[in-house]
């Protein structure tokens, strides 16, 4: 029943095993990541800001400060990850910043909370970039929007299980032992976070051709390279000298980061503005409209749209075999919604609609990684660094962008931040086309990148060899009870 279902949705349960082993701990490390570094807004609305005094530009700083170890670090540790183990690497990373999570429950003042988050930042870099890299290495083109999607919606979980935690902690713990409850969210993130970690060590799978998992047989390691090789997805290549020539000698890397970045970011009033806007909500003898735990409780809506919207996508971009599509519709609704929040003077419905309108539009734009992916099939260490390259222009921009567009002081209205989104929404649909059509030029130039590594390796494309030789796809989970029967080339189907 459940095989007939997945194979309905179109989600080849062939790859079961693999989901288990790729998918267990790269969800859950993201998921502690996202709940750890969403604890500082949550804090902040329960009463963390009154008592470290964070006035001002105090919380943008301390936030920015996060993102300047994460920046620091994250493409050191992306190399690195290709050469050593990352069943024990990223765990290992994990527990840090679980440690100093845990540190940040203690602090006294706002100079010992900007040292906590340097150091969560640092210790936090491997995570997303990291695992994105380990999902992104498993799975042919028909397979990668999907995964990507259900490692994408960790995020707006991570988010929303901080805001349901941060008012139990509120409510519950406020005072206990003498600890305000803002304080005792920290405690508890840090209690889910480093047990967590050690579930890399018994599942984490490396990438396929440098996986030493014991619950993959021989043959099973054997096919999942062979799949991917037939998918155009090329085998390590190593680092050498020549990395930065071959991810800054190739136009994916200057085109990916400027649409990536700019599709990151536009929808970024679905998550501080909009809680600050419902923060700032008075109703009309002058008190607050909703309580400290009715505000997170709210903000959560805008990451609920994002689960819904960013599964959808997954699946009708593997449906439809291409990304843009999808990204485009992403971009269209940022837009609209930006410029409501530009007019401003518009019903609280209207606001409500837009912030949680950029909500759904996140969705869409984790497609950029699967897409980026697809474009860089023909060398895993240069795909493994560029996201990370990528990634650490989203985290300098975030850094920069909120500080000069978005200043607390002048919350809720953010007049600068919604020009400035409205511009860069125009701006991203209008270079969304670059990446197809730079391909297009490559091919009639007789460049074919995931040609070439099927052509290198001897293989056939993905769907061609079932047909030559008259056989079905062979179930992972079955392959390894087959004996003393004719050797089969196992293939996916193509793109």
Known sequence: MLDRFAEFIDWYPKVYKIDWLVLSFSCIAFFTKNLDV???????????????????????????????????????????????????????????????????????????L?????????????????????????????????????????????????????????????????????????IVCAIITIPCALIGVFFCPNVPDRTHSRYLTEREKQLCVDRLLKDGFAKTRGIGNGLFKRIFGNWRIYVFFVVGNLYWMTPYPSGLPYGLWLDDQKLANGKDKYSPDMVNNLATISYAATI????????????????????????????????LLLVWNVPD??????????????????????????????????????????????????????????????????????????????????????????????????INYAQMVIEENGMLPAGLEEKANGVDDQSLEDCGQVKNEKKVEVTQIAV
């Open 114 to 186: 900007l040292i906590m988050r340097f150091f969560v930042g640092v210790t936090a870099c491997s995570c997303w970039v990291g695992n994105a890299h380990i999902v992104n290495s498993w799975y042919t083109r028909q397979e990668l929007g999907k995964r990507n999607a259900i490692y994408g919606c960790v995020y707006p979980l991570g988010a929303m299980f901080a805001g349901y935690l941060q008012s139990a902690a509120y409510l519950n713990l406020n005072g206990a032992h003498g600890m305000e409850g803002w304080r005792w969210l920290f």
């Open 308 to 339: 819904v919207s960013t599964m959808a996508c997954g699946f009708y971009s593997d449906w439809r075999k291409n990304r843009w599509e999808t990204i485009l519709y992403g971009g269209i609704l940022i837009l609209i919604c930006n410029v």
């Open 349 to 446: 419905g209207a606001k409500f609609f837009a912030f949680i309108g950029l909500g759904l539009a996140n969705g869409p734009t984790n497609l950029i990684v699967p897409w980026l992916a697809e474009f860089m099939s023909h060398d895993l260490e240069a795909r493994s660094t560029s996201m990370a390259i990528i990634n650490v222009g989203w985290v300098v921009i975030n850094c920069v962008v909120p500080i000069i567009t978005w200043p607390i002081p002048s919350a809720p209205r953010f007049l600068g931040g919604y020009i400035w989104s409205v511009i860069m929404s125009v701006v991203e649909i209008a270079l969304l086309s670059c990446p197809m059509l730079l391909e297009r030029r490559e091919i009639k130039r007789g």
């Open 38 to 112: 969403s604890a500082l807004t949550n804090a902040y609305y329960a009463g963390m800001g009154e008592d470290l005094n964070l006035d001002g530009n105090k919380l943008q700083f301390a936030t920015s400060m996060y993102f300047v170890g994460y920046a620091l670090f994250q493409i050191p540790s992306n190399i690195v990850l290709t050469r050593l183990p990352a069943e024990y690497y990223l765990p290992a990373f994990e527990i840090m910043w679980g440690l100093f999570t845990l540190g940040t429950a203690f602090i006294k003042n706002y100079k010992q």
